[in-house]
Every structure is written in structure tokens, then in C-alpha cells.
């Protein structure tokens, strides 16, 4: 909440935040529109769920009004599932099943990492 009310005395009197984060379903991994299967993306869904409660308050509070929010499908393309996986065992808080790495390893590439998104518009009030 701290680093929200930061954000809101950085901009400029009515200015707009905007957040974006994957949503459930759980990201998974496509070929061709193919799902190979779903990482865990738990642990990282529990802190998008905080994130969104520490926003949900700030509007409560009358620092910020949500203006429009808009659900899409974000893929992004890898030149191979080693490249996949290597991206998204940076992440820390997603972890890939053993059974699903190897198919993303043995998978024609390119390999698609797919995720149900939702962007949303704040102004500052």
C-alpha cells in the first residue's frame, strides 16, 4: 500500500496508473495453439492477489478510480522450450513440473508462453 501512495504523489494532479498482470487461468505452454500444460503459478497468483487488494483499497480510499479495465490473451514467442524455460525460471515464483519441461524441451519450436491478462486504467483523485 505504501509503494501506491508513493505512485499517487509522483503523478501529476489526475494522473493515470496503469496496471497490468496475468490473471487465471494458470500461463501454460503452446505449440501451434497446442497446450503442452500449465506452469504453477501459485505462489505468484497469491501476491497478484495482494497487489490487487492493496489497489482495490486505494480506490476504497478515494486515491485512485478505476476508469476501464480490459481482459486479453498475451503470447509471447520463443526460438526454442529451452529458451521458454530459462525465461520463466527467472521468474522465481513459477515453477514448471519436470513432465511439462520435457515436453516443452521436446516440442517443434517455436514454443508459446501463454497468459490470460487483465490491463486496467487508475486516475488519481
Known sequence: MHALRKIREALVPEGILLDMHPIPPSTRAEVDGRSLGEFDDAEFMDTVAQTEAALNETVTEGLFAL??????????RFDS???????VESWGDVRIPKDLAARIRSAQPPVDLWERVVLRRFRAT
Open 67 to 76: 476508469e476501464t479495465e480490459l481482459e486479453f490473451d498475451w503470447l509471447e
Open 81 to 87: 522450450g529451452e529458451e521458454l524455460i530459462e525465461d
